[in-house]
């Protein structure tokens, strides 16, 4: 069985909120909505075109190598543990889907979703049991009600209605936000983006419910490759991409873990 055909059940269509189902090389609904699989195995259900500032091709080949290369492995290493005993996680913004991959049990179910088309098309060969389908966090996800026991959210935009509303009730939020230490060399040396003090805090607080919070931190010294790989593979790519020097930079992150009122994590 196929990854999609595996996780199909999860998935709700983009127009009328119907269940899908697959026939032969596309899914459909029962009012007539259809949405092609592509060659790759991920599938679109944005339902429009892709936004502006969706990630580009060239800036999934950046985090690809970067992130196979193992320089975030803590950060990967770090989510894994905090999705232990995850059957049915839902990565929203997931990239390349390598930390859904990472974290993936002997018998979990993954389903990568990201608004780049790129990411998906990389994301749907990551792992045999990770499905990729192209949606919109922000717009809503074409996934049920209670459809999965765990959201994982990466360095991506967040939709905590969303995130709740496709959790089962015991289900859990695990959520990557950098701390104002994160690769605080480049953007002085670079003029990247900022992140606020208290980002991780506000980010806490518009999830609700019982946050756990786990602060990784480390250095990295990089060759000029992967030091230019880090800042062209995120949102810094569409200010700025310098062709950077080998650097030593420091990682800096929390890694939170929210369960809600009456639920409880599984582990």
């Known amino acids: 069985m196929s990854a999609l055909a595996a996780v ?4 709700r269509c983009p127009h009328c909120a119907a269940a899908l189902h697959l026939d032969g090389s596309s899914l459909r609904c029962s009012q007539g909505h259809a949405f092609d699989v592509a060659r790759q195995g991920y599938v679109n259900l944005l339902g429009r075109a892709a936004p502006r500032n969706a990630d580009t091709a060239e800036m ?8 196979r290369a193992g320089h975030y492995s ?5 989510v894994a543990d905090e ?14 889907g390598h930390y859904l991959a990472h974290a993936l049990g002997a018998d979990a179910l993954g389903l990568a ?4 088309v790129a990411a998906a098309r990389r994301a749907a060969r990551t792992h045999p049991r990770v499905a990729a389908i192209v949606a919109d966090t922000w717009s809503g996800l074409p996934v049920a009600d209670g459809a999965v026991d765990a959201v994982l959210c ?9 995130f709740r509303r496709v959790l089962d009730d015991c289900g859990r ?37 019982e946050a756990r919070r786990r602060h990784v931190r480390f250095r990295l010294d990089l060759d000029a490759e992967a030091a230019t790989d880090l800042v062209a593979m995120g949102p810094n790519a569409f200010h700025a991409s310098p062709r950077l020097a080998a650097s030593s930079v420091t990682v800096d992150v929390s890694v939170l873990t929210i369960t809600g009122p009456g639920r409880s994590p599984l582990r």
Not at 8 to 11: F, G, I, K, N, S
Not at 60 to 67: E, G, K, T, Y
Not at 74 to 78: E, T, Y
């Open 173 to 209: 939020i695990v959520v990557v936000v950098p701390e104002p230490g994160h690769l605080a060399e480049l953007r002085q040396a670079h003029g990247l983006l900022d992140v606020p003090d208290d980002k991780a805090d506000r980010v806490a607080s518009a999830l609700g419910g």
């Open 74 to 78: 803590p950060i990967a290493d770090a």
């Open 154 to 162: 990466v360095f991506a935009p967040r939709n905590p209605g969303e």
């Open 60 to 67: 999934v080949a950046a985090r690809d190598r970067f992130l």
């Open 83 to 96: 999705l232990r005993g995850a059957r049915r996680v839902l990565e929203a913004g997931a990239g390349t």
């Open 113 to 116: 979703a990201d608004v780049s």
């Open 8 to 11: 199909v059940d999860w998935l």
